[in-house]
């Protein structure tokens, strides 16, 4: 089947590229407004993006061509936080993905338990078992800006520090077969991570003969 992706609307696009794209995993942030208000929502447009300085990135689509509540406070502060969900979460974060007003509580709608992050002034979520504090790097918009569509925006942020559950360390490192972390398929599909393999990469040149 050969699909002509210029030709579509932005919703058909969007269908076909995040049901591809796959597994992606789920950056759950939270932010806070100037008056403290926290917002906690999941976003599967996440990925690592440089490692000196640390940065990563979360994409964040416009409401009817207004920001998000998490784009709007990063803004609002130049802080956030990212939390790593487990399988355990995936009801609370898939509650917080509900697309209410600014003054709705999504962490109390989901029944969250919220601690201090370290070095920021945003909590994280005590319920996650990796809390990944940043501060805003910059952002870049991508997309159309016509107010009426989908403009997207790439927040950076710098890693200013991690905490990490002792439940999911191994040797002095993240083991992921215990932090069992969720990614994102296409349209309501989630996926899990309890299979893993291991495969080391080839060397050169003892292994390219």
């Known amino acids: ?7 579509l609307a932005a919703d058909a696009a969007y269908r076909w590229m ?25 976003f599967s447009f996440f990925t690592c993006l440089a490692s000196n300085p640390p940065l990563i990135g979360i994409t964040i689509m416009s ?7 998490t784009l709007a406070n990063a803004r609002e502060t130049r802080e956030f936080v990212v939390n790593i969900a487990s399988e355990e979460n995936l009801e609370a974060l898939n509650r917080t993905s509900i697309e209410a007003p600014h003054s709705f ?3 109390a709608y989901a029944g969250l338990h919220l601690i201090p992050a370290q070095n ?18 910059t952002e870049v918009a991508f997309g159309n800006q016509d107010n009426q569509t989908h403009p997207a925006h790439l927040l950076v942020g710098r890693i200013v ?13 993240i083991d992921p077969e ?14 899990q991570t309890t299979e893993v393999r291991r495969l080391n990469r080839p060397r050169w040149p003892d292994d390219a003969l």
């Open 1 to 7: 089947m050969y699909i002509d992706i210029a030709t």
């Open 18 to 42: 995040t049901q591809a794209v796959v597994p992606r995993p789920i950056a759950w942030v939270t932010s806070c407004d100037k008056e403290g208000r926290v917002n906690a929502a999941p």
């Open 63 to 69: 409401r009817q061509g207004a920001p998000k509540d």
């Open 105 to 107: 509580s999504e962490t």
């Open 120 to 137: 920021v002034g945003v909590p994280a979520i005590a319920d996650a078992l990796i809390h990944i504090a940043c501060r805003y790097e």
């Open 161 to 173: 520090s991690m905490e990490v559950d002792d439940r999911v360390m191994k040797d002095g490192y």
């Open 178 to 191: 215990q932090l069992k972390a969720i990614g994102r398929l296409g349209g309501p599909l989630f996926c």
